[in-house]
Structures are given as C-alpha cells and as structure tokens.
C-alpha cells in the first residue's frame, strides 16, 4: 500500500486480518499522520464496515453521533432532523483520530509492517506478473525496492501512484469556480449541529470537531489569499452568512488554521491498471461539499482489502476484476450529489437571479416533500442502496 492514510491502512488492516503479508510506505511520519486535521464526518455504513472488521472500538466510544444537520436562509433557522427521519446518524470523527486508531491496529495490533518517511516512491513492472516498488529509506539514504504481487495506490490526491497512470486513464474533473475558506477555530461549537448557510452572500458552514475545535468554511473566490480574511472579518462575515431569527450568537475564538480550498473534483477510469489498484483520493477526489471523501476512501479499501484477500487466499479473481467498475457506481453518485449540493448552497450567491431562484426553490422543497426530504437523507447519509 503507497499511502498511510485513511484508505491504504484500511486496506492493510483487512489484509492483516487475513494473515497476508503486506507492506505500507508513507511519506510523511507517524506523528505527521496521526496529527493532521482533514475531514471528520462519517457515514454510518463505513462506521458498520469498520466494526465488522474490529476497527471501530475506540471510534463507538468517542465519535459524536448527530442526528439533524440546520439550514439557514431566509433570515430562518430550518432544522433536519435525519434521525427521526430515517433513524440513522452520522457520525463526527476527527480523521487523524481514525489515522491513529487504523496505525495502532494495523502496525501495533496485527503486526503489519510500515515504512514512515520514505522519499521518492517509485513503481515498476505494474503490468507484468511480480510488480515492485521502490523508496528511498530515510535513515539509509538507498533505494530499497520490495517485489510483491500486488500495488494499492492509496496516497491521495498528490501522491505518485495516481500520477503512474496518467496517459493511460481517462481522467474526468469538474471545477466549481468557487472557493471555500476553510478554518478551525479554537472555540466551541455556537450549535450543537451542522449549519449551512446559504446566503446571498456566499455560502457559509460550521461543523463541530470537537468540545475545543469547530471547523467553519466561508465561500470566497477560488484562489483568494487567506491573508484577505483577517480575524475580524472572518467572523463578521460567519455571524452575517450564519445569522438567523432566533438562532445563539456564535462563540468567536482564534483561528488555528486558515486555507484557500478550489471546490473541484476528478474521477479517474478505471480504477486498476494491471496489479495496480488505486483507492480513495488517488482515484477520485470529491470537493468537501457533502463531505463524501473520506467516506469513498473507506469504502474503496473495504472493497479492495476484501478483493485482495480473495485473490490471493482463495484464488477468486472476480472481486478485483470488477473492483474499478462496481466502486466507480458509488463514486459517481457522490460525485453527482455533491453537485447537486453544490447549487443549493451556492446558487443564490451567483448573481444570477434564475439560479439563485431555482436555489431558494430547491432548499424549500426540502422543508415542504417529504419525498425530497427522505431522498436527501438517504443520499446525504449514505444509507441508499448498495453498489
Ligand atoms: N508515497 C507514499 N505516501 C504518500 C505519497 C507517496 N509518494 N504521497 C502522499 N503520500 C501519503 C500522504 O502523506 C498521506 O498520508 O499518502 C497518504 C494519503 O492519505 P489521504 O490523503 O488521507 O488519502 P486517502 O487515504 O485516500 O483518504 C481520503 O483524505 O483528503 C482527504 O477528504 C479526503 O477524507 C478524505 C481522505
């Protein structure tokens, strides 16, 4: 596995389950891995996979479950209460938490080796029958190489693996034409719940992490300097975006991280080349809108891991045969949720006066149809039917 994130130290966890040697080379350190702050929401059918799989013990006991998520516009607070609707959760799990829970059980627990500040990975005879890769070992400054039989390409959207196939996958991307100001304030939560406010303004966002951490984003143009967003502007704009009737003033604190997000997406096809395989944002990279990345990451692994273990305990090929094809399904229907998502939020901040109608329409169906209501949860939640 190239790649110690969320998708390749699943995947390693399964594979360890099943007793099949494996190796995962990680550019960064442990310590890099378990500490950086990326997504945190998680869908119940991976918080299910994972505990199927003994990985969500630590998990069960710390995540927050919600049960309603609030959208604001129209100077109204308009709660949606999911639970009630469906009678599932999504679960609210910092993904650093999850890294170290997934380390812990994949190096420490089922003894799978790892290699954490590797330099320059490189692939080699992918499409013949004993593929290698190769790295620079930190403490040695040498290239080791180890063959193997097969290469999971799990080191996101930057890594090299995705890179490997350039020219020879058809790679699909949409861009947004908008940015987000992604922050985490060192405050708590001002709601107990996720808000989206969807104002004329600009789309705005607060999602609790933790009693100590909230996560805010604050739609701004794509490519805009953090440095433009000042403390006191970034909250005057979060108080506007976020105000409604009756709604708790936000709690204010500082902000420990500030950055600049273009919403864009890609879909890479296929999904395997020969014995490599890629999963999560090495695949596919979905924007944050619906929060949908790190859940396809886990979900790409659990399918990969089991695919793997088939193949080689059992001599079934069938699941990695069709691993590109049935995960691409699931990745294209996020993908087309978080476009659909993308226009309640942000159309009534076009400055098209149709779209921004057609916006304000569509988030009112939502309060108005139950149909609507049940399908956004089903989607929203991850709780539709199976790939
Ligand atoms: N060699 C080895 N490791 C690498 C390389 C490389 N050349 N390049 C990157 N990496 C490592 C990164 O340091 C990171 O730890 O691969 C790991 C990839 O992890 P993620 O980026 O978290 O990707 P993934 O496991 O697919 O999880 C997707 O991450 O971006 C978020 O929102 C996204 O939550 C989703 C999740």
């Known amino acids: 596995m190239v790649g110690a994130g969320p998708a390749g130290l699943t995947v390693g966890c399964v594979l360890r389950a099943a007793g099949v040697d494996c190796l995962v080379l990680e550019t960064g350190t442990r310590e890099f891995v378990e ?139 949409h861009d947004y034409g908008i940015g987000w100001l992604a922050l985490l304030a060192e405050a708590p939560p001002s709601a107990d719940r996720v808000l989206f406010g969807c104002h004329p303004d600009g789309f705005a966002g607060q999602m609790p992490r933790s009693p100590e951490v909230t996560r805010y984003y604050l739609q701004c143009p794509p490519g805009d300097d953090p440095g433009n967003w000042p403390h006191d502007r970034v909250w005057a704009e979060l108080h506007r975006r976020l105000g409604a009737a009756g709604a708790e003033p936000l709690t204010e604190g500082p902000l420990i991280e500030k950055r600049v997000l273009d919403m864009h997406d890609y879909v890479t096809e296929p999904m395997s080349f020969g014995r490599l395989h890629l999963a999560g944002d090495a ?36 699941g990695l045969a069709g691993y590109s094809a049935s995960r691409l399904r699931q990745v294209w229907d996020y993908q087309e949720f978080s476009q659909w998502l993308s226009e309640l939020y942000h159309g009534g901040a076009s400055g098209d006066p149709f779209r921004a109608g057609t916006a304000l329409a569509r988030l009112r169906r939502l309060f108005s149809s139950p149909a609507t209501a049940a399908a956004f949860a089903e989607r929203y939640l991850g709780t539709a039917a199976r790939y």
Do not use: M
């Open 35 to 173: 500490r950086r702050p990326r997504a945190g929401v998680i869908e119940e059918p991976v918080v299910r996979g994972l505990e199927r799989r003994g990985l969500a013990g630590t998990l069960l006991e710390r995540a927050r479950r919600d049960t309603a998520c609030e959208f604001r516009f129209d100077g109204g607070r308009h709660p949606f209460g999911y639970h009630e609707l469906t009678g599932h959760h999504h679960w609210v799990y910092p993904q650093q938490f999850l890294v170290t829970d997934l380390v812990r059980e994949y190096a420490d627990v089922r003894g799978g080796a790892v290699r954490f500040g590797v330099r320059d990975v490189r692939l080699h005879d992918l499409d013949g029958d004993r593929p290698s890769v190769s790295y620079v070992c930190p403490e040695s400054g040498h290239r080791e190489a180890v063959a193997c039989d097969f290469v999971a390409g799990c080191d996101g959207a930057r890594g090299v693996t995705g890179a490997a196939v350039a020219g020879r996958a058809r790679v699909s991307r």
């Open 283 to 318: 695949a596919h990279l979905v924007a944050p809108i619906a929060a949908k990345g790190l859940n396809l990451a886990v979900h790409d692994a659990f399918a990969l891991g089991d695919a793997f273990v088939d193949r080689l305990l059992r001599g079934d090929g069938a």
